[in-house]
């Protein structure tokens, strides 16, 4: 017998029709033995009307108004499958986030979990119920009520199956798993059988969405089994674990790309102790973080140097007259910006133990003419930022260049 968390994603829940859907592969599992506790997201599109309601009414909403309003997506769903796992015969009960109770600290629309207490729900599996919790949503030690960022039902599903040491924490989406790249754009992705923490956090943070971030660091630092799979039918989809001999082999497991960065160039600034840390020291201060950084020497005797950075876009209209600012105090002779840059990586544990991954990575964008205009790397991951006209044709590239199309991914 078995504790098993499983997490329904908006498209999951919605209509009435999958709901139900819902509610039958809940009860199935609890058939087969199982403890069940369900975890529901908004039905699609719900929170987005949600927000849209409140900016109708005020540009800047009240944050802490904002999430009461938010939160209602999720008790919705909530409810609607906990009465669809009764009408189908089942024993159920829905509990919000404040019942379980999910205790975060108060930092309305992005909450963090703090602690979560799991005996309102084990009293409820004790009894053969099917507890029915309502994602996304928490309360502060004033009992007010918070959410978890976009996309933080996969985060309150996890956190749940951690506190309740859940055996498994299935995550049901839209998709078949987690793919060795965008299939959108590269038909030769391949669903990815086993993938790591690690590597999924990587994944993640470059613009995979299928998982949100904080969801995979819960994950990695409880050890909780994560397995993403499709909510339309029963084929196994991608388990998220821990790295094992298996994994380390892989030398890329995918290839993720990132639209959301803007490159901007500062010429010639005086190359001198301290330039640098003016630059990036104001737009700390500013609060926005800065991707990869690229300084070169420039040639001829007054010793200037262009200095090279990424941020994301949606900090750039605000960050804009900083830069420019610090640029005419540094004596820069111009400042560019560029929005049409796309970041393309490479990830995979094995390039721990692999010489020359990045070299021919280089070599593969090389070959189709692609210019890089900047690179970053960790452990794990090669990135390079390349005109993003070239988004599609340097996945696929180096999709088919590593050959990923052919892997065939180690098995749970
Ligand atoms: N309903 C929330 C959102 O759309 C949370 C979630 O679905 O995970 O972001
Ligand atoms: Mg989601």
């Not at 999430?67 to 008790?75: N, P």
């Amino acid at each position: 017998m078995a504790l098993v968390v499983q997490k329904f994603g908006g498209t999951s829940v919605g209509n009435i029709d999958r709901i139900r859907n819902v509610a039958r592969r809940a009860i199935a599992t609890q058939k087969a033995g199982n403890d069940v506790v369900v975890i529901v997201s908004a039905m699609s599109g719900e929170t987005n009307r949600l927000l849209a309601l409140a900016h109708e009414v005020v540009k800047v909403p009240d944050a802490r108004e904002m999430d009461v309003i938010a939160s209602t997506g999720e008790q919705v769903t909530a409810a609607l499958t906990a009465m669809a796992i009764q009408s189908e015969g089942g024993q159920a009960r829905s509990l919000l986030g404040h019942q379980v109770k999910v205790l975060t600290d108060g930092a309305f629309t992005k909450a963090r979990i703090k602690a979560i207490d799991g005996s309102k729900i084990f009293d409820a599996t004790k009894k053969g119920e099917i507890v029915v919790v309502a994602g996304f949503q928490g309360v502060n030690e004033s009992g007010d009520i918070t959410t978890l960022g976009r996309g933080g039902s996969d985060t309150s599903a996890v956190a749940i199956a951690a506190a309740i040491s859940a055996d498994a924490c299935e995550i049901y989406t839209d998709v078949d798993g987690v793919y060795t790249t965008d299939p959108n754009i590269c038909p030769s992705a391949r669903k990815i059988a086993k993938i790591s923490y690690e590597e999924m956090l990587e994944l993640a943070s470059l613009g995979a969405k299928v998982l949100q971030i904080r969801s995979v660091e819960i994950a990695m630092k409880y050890g909780v089994p994560v397995h993403v799979r499709s909510s339309f039918n029963d084929a196994p989809g991608t388990w998220v674990t821990r790295e094992d001999k298996s994994l380390e082999d892989v030398v890329v497991a995918g290839i993720a790309y990132d639209k959301g960065d803007a490159r901007v160039h500062v010429t010639g600034v005086e190359d001198k102790p301290g330039v640098v840390a003016e630059l990036f020291g104001a737009l700390a201060e500013k609060n926005i973080s800065v991707d990869m950084i690229i300084q070169n020497a420039t040639k001829g005797h007054n010793e200037r140097a262009d200095v090279t950075f990424t941020l994301p876009k949606t900090d750039l209209a605000r960050g804009r007259p900083f830069i420019d600012e610090v640029g005419k105090r540094l004596g820069a002779l111009e400042v560019r910006y560029d929005e049409d840059i796309v970041k393309v990586s490479i990830v995979g544990l094995g390039m721990r133990s692999h010489a020359g991954i990045a070299a021919k990575m280089f070599r593969i964008l090389a070959t189709e003419g692609i210019n890089i205009q900047a690179i970053s790397t960790s452990e794990i991951k090669v990135s390079c930022v390349v005109a993003a006209k070239y988004t599609e044709l340097a996945v696929r590239a180096l999709h088919d260049g590593f050959g990923l199309e052919k892997t065939v991914g180690p098995t749970p």
